[in-house]
């Protein structure tokens, strides 16, 4: 009897927790699961992203005090060199002269060099308007005088343009000890925007430097007169040691920065890297948020919706995936997956599935973007900014196949700096280098207004290739590189005129069968090699050399 009723009451019990039922039962069992355990994932990202924005936060800030480190290291080397260029100077009795010649500041952040004497007053300077300036107020000076060694300043307005900087001072009595002066320079903040461009774009961090007063010398972006910020800046200054990091709060506000801060070496100043920390961690508070409203509903949509939202919720998100990653096999790196309309459980594989392809793309255009700058890359002279010998060749060839499949003409000028190896022998292989430069720019100008193609073609010798031009036109080309580069006035005091110029040879050609690219360089070259003969700083057709053989053979 008692076996029959149990029978009985397990009819019932089936006839109740149908199919749908018990989709609606293990939905309910492996659901609510899965959004606790989502719940935990996102309080474990939450401390881990704490984690990393506070890491990320110390390594800027250790950046940037590194950054100023290796810039004062470059500062002294320039210094003593400047030093050593002064007493030289000073014993030949031509100090000033030798300063203002002699170095060229081309650093990006270091200021010009001037030379302080004895009594305070520069006395030579890079930047003239310096000389006669009164610095004998300032510390560094006359630390640099006693203690016999690289002195640096804490921050300080300059003298010459307002700007907040450090001035570094060497003296002239390390070199030695009977020229009395010290070199003096000064060292910007132009590094703090540079340590800002390399921050991450989307983290929004604020890069502050202040002095050891906690004054404000610097911020990028500008830093705000926030509460926050002031208690960033307070709690920074509070710390003894070099580097400190944490969330400041203000008094009777929930919203903080976090941040973290480094001494900048041998100063007091300090660099604070801080970020705003309901930017920061808002996105992830408010999934962390929806995910405990969700797991309030979603008891009560599965008790709803869990047979008639099956496809949609299981099987859908499934398809879609699969046919995302079936189109991603096949090589379509488009494919993506709609977010819109998932359940939460597949957004994370869906975000992770778009960022992995995402980054397959990336990789994919990376590529391409190498493969083409390397291109252009082998194609360049990177002294002169001309194309290199190279894409000369396979530019010749390109046009002189398109000459002689139209039946036009050819013309090529070969120049060549006169006297550059006695150019390099005075004034050193940098200022020859230099030199080829400016050639090279001169050049590249020319060349883009007669739509011709220039090179460099080896040493100092450059080349102007010109499509459809005879050889009255390649005269004209010839004389306005001559004359150009003579008009740049490069100073050369071993050249009979005082600067630089050059020999430029010049031929034309129609390319007919059978004829080879390089004639046309073999002709050009021969007229150069008669310029040189003439005197140089002269323009000579190939056509020239010929007429003037002639009358050489009948005055034989």
């Given at each position: 009897?008692?076996?029959?009723s149990?029978?009985?009451?397990?009819?019932?019990?089936k006839?109740?927790?149908?199919?749908?039922?018990?989709?609606?039962?293990?939905?309910?069992?492996?659901?609510?699961?899965l959004?606790?355990?989502?719940?935990?994932?996102?309080?474990?990202?939450?401390?881990?992203?704490?984690?990393?924005?506070?890491?990320?936060?110390?390594?800027?800030?250790?950046?940037?005090?590194?950054?100023q480190?290796?810039?004062?290291?470059?500062?002294?080397?320039?210094?003593q060199?400047?030093?050593?260029?002064?007493?030289?100077?000073?014993?030949a009795?031509?100090?000033?002269?030798?300063?203002?010649?002699?170095?060229?500041?081309?650093?990006h952040g270091?200021?010009?060099?001037?030379?302080?004497?004895?009594?305070?007053?520069?006395?030579?300077s890079?930047?003239?308007v310096?000389?006669?300036?009164?610095?004998?107020?300032?510390?560094?000076?006359?630390?640099a005088l006693?203690?016999?060694?690289l002195?640096?300043?804490?921050?300080?307005i300059?003298?010459?343009?307002g700007?907040?900087?450090?001035?570094a001072?060497?003296?002239?009595?390390?070199?030695?000890?009977?020229?009395?002066?010290?070199?003096?320079?000064?060292?910007t903040?132009?590094?703090?925007?540079?340590?800002v461009?390399?921050?991450?774009?989307a983290t929004?961090?604020?890069?502050?430097?202040?002095?050891g007063?906690?004054?404000?010398l610097?911020?990028?972006?500008?830093?705000?007169?926030?509460?926050?910020?002031?208690?960033?800046?307070?709690?920074?200054?509070?710390?003894?040691?070099?580097?400190?990091?944490?969330?400041?709060?203000?008094a009777?506000?929930?919203?903080?920065?976090?941040?973290a801060?480094?001494?900048?070496?041998?100063t007091?100043?300090?660099?604070?890297?801080?970020?705003?920390?309901?930017?920061?961690?808002?996105?992830?508070?408010?999934?962390?948020?929806?995910?405990?409203?969700?797991l309030?509903?979603?008891?009560?949509l599965?008790?709803?919706?869990?047979?008639?939202l099956?496809?949609?919720?299981i099987?859908?998100?499934?398809?879609?995936?699969?046919n995302?990653?079936?189109?991603?096999?096949?090589?379509?790196?488009?494919?993506?997956?709609?977010?819109?309309?998932?359940p939460?459980?597949?957004i994370?594989l869906?975000?992770?599935?778009?960022?992995?392809a995402?980054?397959?793309?990336?990789?994919?255009?990376?590529?391409?973007?190498a493969n083409?700058?390397?291109?252009v890359?082998?194609?360049?002279?990177?002294?002169?900014?001309?194309?290199?010998?190279?894409?000369?060749?396979?530019?010749?060839?390109?046009?002189w196949?398109?000459?002689?499949?139209?039946?036009?003409?050819l013309?090529?000028?070969?120049v060549?700096?006169?006297?550059?190896k006695?150019y390099?022998?005075?004034?050193?292989h940098?200022?020859?280098?230099?030199?080829?430069?400016?050639?090279?720019?001169?050049?590249?100008r020319?060349?883009?207004?007669?739509?011709g193609?220039?090179?460099?073609?080896?040493?100092?010798?450059?080349?102007?290739?010109?499509p459809?031009?005879d050889?009255?036109?390649?005269?004209?080309?010839?004389e306005?590189?001559?004359?150009?580069?003579?008009?740049?006035?490069?100073?050369?005091?071993?050249?009979p005129?005082?600067?630089?110029?050059?020999?430029?040879?010049?031929?034309?050609?129609?390319?007919?069968?059978?004829q080879?690219?390089?004639?046309?360089?073999?002709?050009?070259?021969?007229?150069?090699y008669?310029?040189?003969?003439?005197?140089?700083?002269?323009?000579v057709a190939?056509?020239?050399?010929?007429?003037?053989?002639?009358?050489?053979?009948?005055?034989?």
């Amino acid at each position: 009897m008692f076996s029959f009723s149990v029978q009985r009451c397990l009819a019932k019990l089936k006839t109740i927790f149908d199919v749908r039922a018990r989709l609606v039962l293990l939905a309910l069992i492996l659901v609510v699961p899965l959004m606790l355990d989502r719940v935990h994932i996102l309080e474990s990202s939450r401390a881990s992203q704490v984690k990393a924005v506070s890491a990320e936060l110390a390594n800027v800030a250790d950046r940037g005090a590194e950054s100023q480190r290796e810039m004062i290291k470059t500062v002294q080397g320039i210094l003593q060199t400047a030093a050593s260029v002064y007493v030289y100077a000073y014993h030949a009795g031509r100090p000033c002269e030798m300063l203002n010649s002699g170095l060229k500041m081309n650093l990006h952040g270091i200021g010009n060099i001037s030379v302080v004497g004895s009594d305070g007053r520069i006395v030579c300077s890079t930047l003239p308007v310096l000389v006669g300036v009164d610095v004998s107020d300032r510390h560094y000076f006359h630390d640099a005088l006693a203690e016999r060694r690289l002195v640096l300043s804490n921050y300080l307005i300059g003298k010459s343009y307002g700007d907040p900087s450090i001035m570094a001072a060497f003296p002239t009595t390390v070199i030695d000890s009977r020229v009395e002066a010290v070199i003096v320079t000064s060292v910007t903040l132009n590094w703090l925007e540079e340590l800002v461009g390399q921050a991450p774009a989307a983290t929004g961090m604020t890069v502050t430097l202040i002095d050891g007063k906690g004054t404000v010398l610097a911020s990028k972006p500008a830093l705000d007169d926030s509460p926050a910020a002031r208690a960033v800046i307070d709690q920074a200054m509070a710390t003894a040691g070099d580097e400190n990091s944490g969330t400041a709060v203000p008094a009777g506000s929930s919203d903080g920065r976090m941040f973290a801060s480094a001494r900048v070496p041998d100063t007091n100043a300090r660099l604070i890297v801080s970020i705003d920390e309901r930017a920061t961690l808002g996105s992830i508070d408010r999934d962390i948020r929806a995910a405990y409203l969700q797991l309030g509903l979603v008891g009560l949509l599965v008790l709803v919706g869990a047979w008639f939202l099956s496809e949609r919720l299981i099987i859908r998100p499934i398809r879609l995936l699969t046919n995302a990653a079936t189109r991603l096999g096949a090589g379509d790196l488009s494919a993506r997956t709609v977010r819109s309309g998932l359940p939460p459980e597949f957004i994370p594989l869906a975000q992770a599935f778009n960022a992995m392809a995402k980054r397959l793309a990336e990789r994919e255009r990376d590529l391409l973007s190498a493969n083409r700058q390397l291109s252009v890359l082998a194609s360049i002279d990177t002294l002169s900014g001309l194309a290199n010998r190279r894409a000369f060749d396979s530019r010749l060839n390109v046009e002189w196949m398109k000459a002689e499949r139209e039946n036009g003409q050819l013309g090529l000028a070969m120049v060549d700096i006169d006297h550059f190896k006695t150019y390099n022998d005075t004034y050193g292989h940098l200022d020859g280098d230099a030199c080829l430069t400016k050639v090279g720019a001169a050049l590249i100008r020319i060349a883009t207004e007669v739509k011709g193609f220039s090179a460099r073609y080896g040493g100092e010798e450059f080349s102007l290739m010109l499509p459809d031009a005879d050889s009255a036109r390649m005269a004209e080309v010839g004389e306005m590189i001559r004359a150009s580069i003579a008009a740049l006035e490069l100073p050369h005091d071993s050249a009979p005129l005082g600067h630089i110029t050059v020999s430029v040879g010049i031929a034309a050609v129609v390319p007919v069968a059978g004829q080879d690219p390089h004639d046309l360089i073999e002709a050009a070259d021969a007229a150069l090699y008669m310029a040189k003969r003439r005197g140089r700083n002269t323009v000579v057709a190939h056509g020239d050399i010929r007429a003037a053989d002639q009358v050489a053979a009948r005055a034989v």
